[in-house]
């Protein structure tokens, strides 16, 4: 299994850093098929082959997904994504 864990320190307030949240699952979603639901402010991904979550708190956004071994060959990929995502959107 392999693991992506990406913390984002940010200066959003709620708001923003939901909406940031927000744009970033979208994107996933369209590019990797990710399916994605909010349990507050816990946002959980899931499809075959992943599992994970994305956290937001006043000072960070964290966002934590576990690849299945078919997966891993695109972790490089998803994880660049993750931060290109995050530094566009926590630029606020």
Known sequence: MAVID????HSLDHEHARQAAETL????SKQ?????????????FKRSGVKGQLDITPQDIHVHLELSLLLRPFKNRIEQEIHRQ????TQG
Request: avoid cysteine; charge should be negative; glycine fraction near 4%.
């Open 6 to 9: 990406v913390h984002r320190s």
């Open 25 to 28: 699952a979208q994107d996933l």
């Open 32 to 44: 990797f098929d990710v399916h994605y639901q909010w349990d507050g402010d816990v946002m959980r």
């Open 86 to 89: 995050l530094d566009q959107l």
